[in-house]
């Protein structure tokens, strides 16, 4: 049977664990001085949020992603909207129609795979943003590598480029991805699927399918 590798810091027992990224505090206060709404785009950040600061959750959130709505409401904060797709530009589109007069501030990690700001003040929204944590790959050694026709679980674009950091990518291998801008960040001509929905119960339910498949 095909083995499946998860690259999320998240452990999930069905699984095996290879976690490729780590995350790192690098903000100490939050600047709520012009914003009255807050942007995440990933659970990691509110975490990182109610570290730094609990007066977060006096603020109506965006919130990018089930994963990421879940923890606001976890934590304690509101979500006033969660949109139904994900990717950079549609999000950025329906950001810049429902959201013209809220003064937004974006809790971000230091790289992201879409630039919100630069396209959104095309669209007349000034999007104020705080870098408050950064991703940094785990390195592993070669011989570390998952063995041959393995199904390989990548929950963000840092993963595939920190995967891809420690090790080659072999062509027996399939990639499951959680979304299309994790898909973008593949290589050329990987196998892959797309899970059903940005989560990563969901990339697991697919790599099962596939596990269960002739390949």
């Known amino acids: ?47 990182f949020a109610d570290m730094i600061d ?26 006033i909207f969660e949109p139904k797709n994900f990717y950079g530009e549609v999000l950025a589109s329906d950001i810049a129609t429902f959201f013209k007069e809220r003064k937004l501030l974006y809790l971000r990690p230091k790289e992201i795979s879409f630039d919100s ?36 679980i990548f929950t963000s674009p840092s993963s595939v480029a920190c995967f891809l950091k420690s090790f080659e990518w072999n062509s027996s291998y399939t990639a499951v991805v959680i979304g299309e801008a994790t898909l973008k960040h593949l290589p050329a001509n990987v196998d892959y699927a797309v899970a059903d929905e940005p989560l990563i ?15």
């Open 1 to 47: 049977m095909r083995t499946i590798y998860l690259l999320s810091p998240a452990i999930k027992e069905e699984v095996n664990a290879l976690p490729m990224i780590a995350f790192s505090l690098v903000a100490q206060k939050i600047d709520f001085a012009n914003c009255d709404t807050l942007v995440f785009t990933s659970k990691q950040a509110v975490v």
């Open 117 to 152: 700001k630069n396209f959104l003040e095309k669209k007349g929204i000034v999007l104020a943003e705080q870098i408050i944590y950064e991703t940094v790959c785990v390195k592993y050694d070669k011989e570390k590598a998952p063995p041959q026709e393995a199904i390989i």
């Open 54 to 79: 609990k007066r977060w959750k006096g603020y109506p959130c965006i919130a990018i992603g089930p994963a990421t709505a879940k923890q606001i409401k976890v934590l304690g904060g509101e979500v």
């Open 201 to 215: 119960d969901a990339c697991i339910k697919k790599a099962k399918e596939l596990q269960n498949q002739k390949h």
